[in-house]
């Protein structure tokens, strides 16, 4: 049962009228007489080289037909291909002249053969390059920002306590060494300090151990020391340690900084 505007619906109307073109059926269209040539031609597995005329004309007919009852927009080049099928059966059906040998008259249907031959290689290079894996119908292209990968790590600051632990570090070494030096004249400071530009003027990183000379003993690592402090407080000296209780390098700070 069916309901109409909230009422049911148990009798047909009588005066229901349903126009004949309400239903349209669309069948798959050929892309041309050749297309349909070749179909039917393949669908019964014939020899395109050995065309039995009179049936493909038949068939052909039939189709032509059938596009004239259902309405749909008949090309002109379908009516061309049916009056070239008739003239080849036509040409066919005639007797041939007497004395005429079989090889004296080129076969009406060879010109046809070559056509349809040739449409056949274009269509199967067209379906070949239809499969192949096409832009934004099988694939996509996919971009993706890997951002700047320059990234410039900065070490951390040396705090004075990492320096103390550092000298702590030299003091015992010389303890071990227990060479005593005798000098008459002082150490001076800015001659240590002299001492250590020259030794980093070479832009290299150097290691906080060559500063000092165990051979002047405890004396001369305080000096040292002290001529490094100097240097790193005028901004002529920079001290770099990659990580906590890692070893600490000294060079010489560029001018620009």
Not at 47 to 60: G, K
Not at 181 to 205: P, T
Not at 217 to 239: D, N, Q, T
């Amino acid at each position: 049962m069916a309901l109409v505007r909230g009422q049911p619906l148990v009798e047909m109307p009588q005066d229901l009228y349903i126009p004949p073109d309400a239903l349209e059926v669309i069948l798959e269209a050929f892309e041309g007489p050749l297309d349909l040539l070749l179909y039917l031609i393949r669908r019964q597995n014939l020899d395109v080289l050995d065309i039995p005329i009179a049936e493909i004309t038949r068939q052909y007919m039939e189709y032509i037909d059938l596009m004239r009852e259902m309405r749909l927009e008949l090309a002109a080049e379908y009516l061309v291909m049916a009056a070239i099928l008739a003239e080849i059966k036509s040409r066919l059906l005639l007797p041939r002249p007497p004395g005429d040998d079989a090889g004296g008259e080129t076969d009406p249907r060879a010109e046809l053969v070559r056509r349809l031959q040739e449409y056949e290689r274009y269509k199967r290079a067209a379906e070949d390059l239809d499969a192949l894996p096409r832009i934004e119908r099988d694939t996509s292209v996919a971009h993706a920002d890997a951002g700047a990968r320059n990234v410039v790590r900065l070490p951390p600051p040396v705090e004075l306590r990492e320096l103390l632990l550092a000298l702590k570090d030299v003091l015992r070494r010389a303890e071990l060494n227990g060479a005593v030096a005798m000098q008459r004249d002082a150490l001076s400071i800015r001659e240590r300090m002299s001492d250590l530009l020259k030794l980093v003027e070479d832009g290299a990183f150097h290691a906080f151990e060559e500063v000092f000379r165990p051979e002047q003993g405890r004396l001369g690592i305080v000096v040292s020391f002290i001529a490094m402090l100097e240097l790193l407080k005028e901004a002529m000296l920079e001290v770099i340690q990659d990580a906590p209780l890692a070893p600490v390098y000294l060079k010489a700070r560029a001018a620009s900084a």
